[in-house]
């Protein structure tokens, strides 16, 4: 099981940019999917949560201008970042809580994928 994240980059502060991130291997269901941004000798920090009933959570700082959701399909989540800040400058990293059914077992991955740096100039 492994994520594999999409998406950061450079951009002016008050603009848009929108991260993916999409899960492959043997996967029989997703549950909680996630982004953390974590700068260099911080501890990560959960930006945004999609449950799999489709409820969210935000931290505070994005609350009204990040947008996070999913395609169940497409075993992707999503993170559209509007009205960008220079603090929100960070690598940013997809978490996924996976369940996988194989040789009769149940297996759970809590997955990480790579981190995207997203940079914004003031």
């Known amino acids: 099981v492994q994520l594999q994240a999409s998406g950061g980059g450079l951009v002016q502060a008050g603009g848009s940019l929108r991260l993916a991130c999409a899960a492959t291997?043997?996967?029989?269901?997703?549950?909680?999917m996630a982004w953390y941004r974590q700068a260099p000798g911080d501890r990560g920090v959960r930006v945004a949560v999609?449950?799999?009933?489709?409820?969210?959570d935000y931290q505070d700082s994005v609350k009204g201008r990040f947008v996070i959701s999913r395609d169940s399909a497409k075993k992707s989540v999503y993170l559209q970042m509007n009205s960008l800040r220079p603090e929100d400058t960070d690598v940013y990293y997809c978490?996924?809580?996976?369940?996988?059914?194989?040789?009769?077992?149940?297996?759970?991955?809590?997955?990480w994928g790579q981190g995207t740096q997203v940079t914004v100039s003031s």
């Open positions: 999609v449950r799999s009933d489709g409820t969210t």
């Open positions: 978490n996924a809580k996976i369940m996988s059914y194989d040789d009769d077992t149940w297996h759970a991955y809590n997955s």
């Open positions: 291997g043997k996967i029989s269901r997703i549950d909680d």
